[in-house]
């Protein structure tokens, strides 16, 4: 049966229509697939870009953590060399009160020649020579001269052994110093400086961990005291 013009148009008309209804489906299915696949990628890089800041905030924060812990142990080394400093300073400072008082012991004429027989008697000790020569202020020479005639009987007797002294009037130890001696052996390659001074000196140093205690308390970290 022939189709009119009518019915062809018709026809003609329902396969465009098919045909752009297929279009616009496959348009839209390309559109969601497109707009799919841009979501998961702005998503990936997205994620990507998070990770890469996350990570470099992350270095940050360690770097600035690290500068205080850096700043931290300086500035605590600071307060650490401050506080040594200052106590280095109150122990000189005594040390030096103590050796203003030592002047004081020499004005006393019986302390003081009763300190000078015990600085003689323990050169005499500490040398063990036949042979001494002594040095001392020249103003103390006459309490020299008492306290070694007092103490060669005393040491003669305790060691068997003579002793010869002499006072050195040549060489005379300084005024300013606050008192004692300093003693010799024969050819002088030995000396004993039982000065005031340094009879300090050395007592400072051998007192030293019971002054630090004293003044400052017992240190828990510390293991040895000399």
């Known amino acids: 049966m022939a189709l009119s013009d009518a019915d062809v148009q018709k026809q003609i008309k329902h396969m465009m ?31 990507t870009q998070r ?6 905030y992350e270095k940050k924060e ?15 080394n600071q307060a650490r060399l401050k506080v040594l400093r200052a106590r280095d300073d109150l122990i000189s400072d005594l040390l030096n ?6 002047g004081k012991i020499a004005k006393d004429p019986a302390r003081y020649q ?15 020579e036949t042979k001494v020569t002594i040095c001392c202020r020249k103003q103390d020479v006459p309490l020299v ?11 003669k007797a305790a060691v068997k052994k003579d002793i010869d002294v002499r006072i050195d009037q040549d060489n005379f130890l300084p005024a300013e110093i606050s008192g004692g001696i300093e003693l010799y052996n024969s050819d002088r390659k030995i000396k004993v400086s039982n000065t005031l ?10 007192m030293m961990p019971e002054i630090r205690v004293a003044l400052f308390g017992a240190n828990p970290n510390r293991k040895f005291l000399d």
Not at 51 to 56: H, P, V
Not at 62 to 76: G, R, T
Not at 97 to 102: K, V
């Open 97 to 102: 009160e103590a050796r203003q008082r030592l």
């Open 62 to 76: 360690k770097q600035i953590e690290q500068q205080k812990k850096i700043q931290m142990s300086n500035l605590m």
């Open 51 to 56: 990770l890469k800041i996350m990570e470099y």
């Open 197 to 206: 001074e340094s009879r300090l000196d050395l007592m400072a140093q051998q």
């Open 114 to 128: 009763s300190l000078m027989e015990g600085l003689v008697m323990q050169g005499f000790y500490q040398l063990l």
């Open 17 to 47: 229509a098919f045909i752009e209804q297929e279009a616009n489906e496959k348009a839209e299915e390309i559109d969601a697939k497109a707009e799919e696949e841009f979501n998961i990628e702005k998503g990936r890089l997205v994620q």
């Open 145 to 155: 001269k008492a306290a070694i005639q007092k103490n060669i009987p005393i040491y």
